[in-house]
């Protein structure tokens, strides 16, 4: 795997967790916010990891499934054109080292010798930079995406279940907004911006909808109607 998909998959994971751990988190502290029933908490917490990690699956699935059944009728594509009219296929991957810089004499010779060696990767790689080897298994994607959603759904569950009654929502608080800042410390350095920009960002998002689920939970459970 190149550099550039390990920096995808990464990218992929943290938005994972980050997703997870803000949505789970305001779940149970809207709840809090509500009851001090520890059944009550967990059976939402649980139910909403389960679900969120699912929906994140499913979601993964079908975009990475569908992307690449578009990259498979490009090559289909691309093989039936070789086999047709390898002439002018010839001719279109010399005019594209062309572009590239290189002179009409070396752009011929490196596509002449390209096609000999493997004409449908070549055409692959510099005209729809696909590599054929490096296809996304949508499974995979799907899997790693419930997996990241589910590390990052853990933290606000295990805090908020694990903690006395009386400190359970500000734990939570502490280490949902912990969490985002490791997050967010990754995710700026994988896109190599700002980490102070990145973290505010995640810590005043998530902060906010902590405190206006935690809100409303305390709200709807001093109406006494639930
Ligand atoms: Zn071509």
Request: no cysteine.
């Amino acid at each position: 795997m190149g550099i550039g998909a390990r920096l995808n998959w990464l990218r992929a994971g943290v938005l994972g967790a980050n997703d997870g751990i803000v949505s789970i988190a305001t779940l149970v502290v809207g709840v809090a916010g509500a009851t001090a029933s520890v059944g009550a908490l967990a059976t939402a917490g649980v139910a909403g990891l389960v679900g969120g990690a699912i929906s994140m699956a499913l979601g993964e699935y079908v975009s990475v499934s569908s992307q690449r059944d578009s990259e498979k009728a490009l090559i289909a594509k691309e093989r039936h054109e070789l086999t047709e009219m390898p002439e002018e296929e010839l001719a279109e991957l010399t005019q594209l080292y062309r572009a590239r810089g290189l002179s009409a004499e070396t752009a011929s010779r490196v596509a002449e010798e390209l096609t000999a060696h493997d004409a449908l990767a070549a055409h692959l790689e510099v005209e729809l930079h696909i590599d054929p080897n490096d296809l996304v298994n949508p499974w995979h994607a799907a899997l790693s995406s419930a997996l990241s959603f589910t590390i990052g759904a853990l933290l606000p569950l295990l805090a908020i279940l694990l903690t006395p009654a009386e400190v359970r929502v500000p734990v939570t608080f502490a280490v949902v907004l912990l969490a985002l800042a490791v997050t967010g410390t990754i995710s700026a350095k994988v896109g190599s911006s700002r980490v102070g920009r990145a973290v505010t960002r995640l810590i005043v998002g998530g902060g906010l909808a902590l405190l206006v689920t935690w809100l409303l939970g305390t709200l709807l459970g001093a109406t006494g109607v639930f």
